[in-house]
């Protein structure tokens, strides 16, 4: 048998990138490619890239120059450009980089075990074309290999919304619901093979309503099948709009015990003014009512939440308002961005915040959403949580895993292997961690 040949992937941006970065790997396996940890003696060079903030082409182009002495070494060397800054500039990638031999968009991912065939035979392969199939049931060349306790799963892709900031429905197209039986296999699947947590993927992903033996089914539907998966522990979910928040999810919140207390649901801004303007079809009065729902259903979930600052026509007063929405949430995590602008949406085109006012909002935010943080890390402290343990800590005899509310938890001293889901009381608090001692 031939040696077999070596995969560097590299991955940016989202978790469904992730998810995406396994399956081109799973899909090249087929074709005799090994995953190695550097790019230095690989036949294969993928990034799986991100075009969510500015400059995320420029850092592509800097990073495939970095190649050119590896190819000079190694003439079969192919190298590859994949995920969304790949569907945003397709053929230019080639124009501009001679370097790059396969340019494939997410949604053509099952293409290719014959796109790499192509560059073996000396050709460049190209494709970023939004096909009508389910590209994830073409890539099914699954090696049956062990893995760890928490995977993904992508269930929903692409997005209808175009808030005027984003590229996803450029790069990821237009919102697709992946079959039910298909994700109830998978589930499975994955649970065969170590997995005892699975995170629901979608860009949109509460807006899931994929086909189901009585007609289309819900995420809430989809959730209570995958709670019937033995040998599954845990599902979350993410990302999730306000505006796709339905009843039967909020209420298995309440009652399905597999489905973790924990939430993230993206607001971006608290003024409302901001909010039309992104095109959000949601108000600040809407979302904080909505938590309120969510909180009666689950009175102790931890919410996330994802917000851009300096958005453009932002003033003080706006800002004010997001302030005061984070003051009300107490979020337990969430992301701020300063708003970056991306050619092709609707609010490039208007007037930009200038900077400094929008690096000090974000700092102002920041510190807020932090104290935030601390307070409900702290808050853990002398509560009783199950934590499924993912891999061993820094410190000898140590092991680190995730509490319900995804807070990580260090444990030392005891017998707990990896993959445990244990009854953990916690005894401290630190900077990003808690730790705590086995029940
Ligand atoms: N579908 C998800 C988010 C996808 S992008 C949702 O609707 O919430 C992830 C986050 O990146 C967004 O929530 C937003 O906060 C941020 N983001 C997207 N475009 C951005 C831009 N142009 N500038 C700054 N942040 C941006
Ligand atoms: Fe982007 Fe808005 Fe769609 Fe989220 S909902 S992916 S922010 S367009
Ligand atoms: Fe980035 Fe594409 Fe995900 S732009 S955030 S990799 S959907």
């Not at 079969?76 to 994949?82: C, E, H, R, S, W």
């Not at 949601?282 to 969510?294: D, G, K, V």
Request: glycine residues 8%; proline residues 5%.
């Amino acid at each position: 048998m031939s040696e077999p040949k070596k995969l560097f992937i590299k991955t940016y941006g989202c978790q469904m990138n992730v998810y995406d970065s396994e399956r081109m790997s799973e899909a090249l396996g087929g074709q005799g490619y090994v995953e190695t940890k550097t790019p230095d003696d690989a036949d294969m060079i993928l990034l799986n890239t991100c075009h969510i903030r500015e400059k995320a082409a420029e850092k592509v182009y800097s990073e495939l120059g970095r190649f050119k002495g590896l190819k000079a070494e190694n003439p079969d060397l192919k190298i590859g450009v994949a995920g969304c800054v790949a569907q945003a500039e397709g053929e230019e990638i080639m124009r501009r980089q001679p370097l790059v031999d396969l340019v494939v968009g997410p949604q053509s991912y099952h293409r290719l075990p014959e796109m790499e065939a192509k560059t073996r035979a000396g050709e460049k392969a190209l494709d970023t074309d939004f096909p009508e199939e389910d590209k994830f049931e073409k890539l099914k060349n699954r090696p049956k290999a062990k893995r760890g306790p928490t995977a993904f799963l992508t269930v929903q892709e692409g997005c209808d919304k175009f808030c005027a900031f984003c590229v996803v429905p450029y790069t990821r197209g237009a919102e697709v619901s992946r079959p039910a039986d298909r994700i109830i296999r998978e589930a499975h699947d994955l649970v065969e093979r170590g997995v005892r947590e699975i995170t629901l993927l979608g860009q949109n992903v509460n807006a899931y309503h994929g086909a189901g033996p009585n007609g289309d089914m819900t995420l809430a539907g989809l959730i209570w099948e995958l709670n019937k998966v033995d040998g599954l522990e845990r599902i979350r979910f993410t990302t999730s709009h306000p505006n796709d928040m339905a009843d039967d999810l909020i209420e298995a919140h309440g009652t399905c015990d597999k489905l973790m207390p924990y939430l993230h649901l993206p607001v971006q801004s608290g003024s409302d003014r901001i909010l039309k303007r992104m095109n959000r079809s949601h108000t600040a009065e809407s979302y904080l009512r909505l938590i309120e729902r969510i909180r009666a259903a689950r009175p102790d979930i931890v919410m996330s939440g994802d917000f851009i600052v300096g958005f453009p026509e932002e003033t003080d007063e706006d800002f004010q308002a997001t302030m005061d929405l984070v003051e009300e949430v107490k979020y337990g995590y969430a992301y701020s961005f300063k708003y970056s602008t991306r050619p092709g949406t609707p609010a490039a085109e208007r007037a930009q915040v200038d900077p400094a006012a929008a690096d000090e909002r974000l700092q102002r935010l920041q510190a807020l959403i932090t104290r935030h943080q601390r307070e409900i890390q702290d808050g853990m402290v002398g509560r009783t949580v199950r934590v499924l343990f993912e891999k061993p800590g820094r410190q000898p005899g140590q092991m680190v895993g995730k509490s319900e509310y995804l807070h990580s938890v260090h444990v030392r001293g005891a017998e707990i292997a990896t993959g445990d889901l244990k009854k953990i009381r916690i005894t401290e608090s630190g900077a990003n961690s808690l730790a705590g001692e086995l029940l």
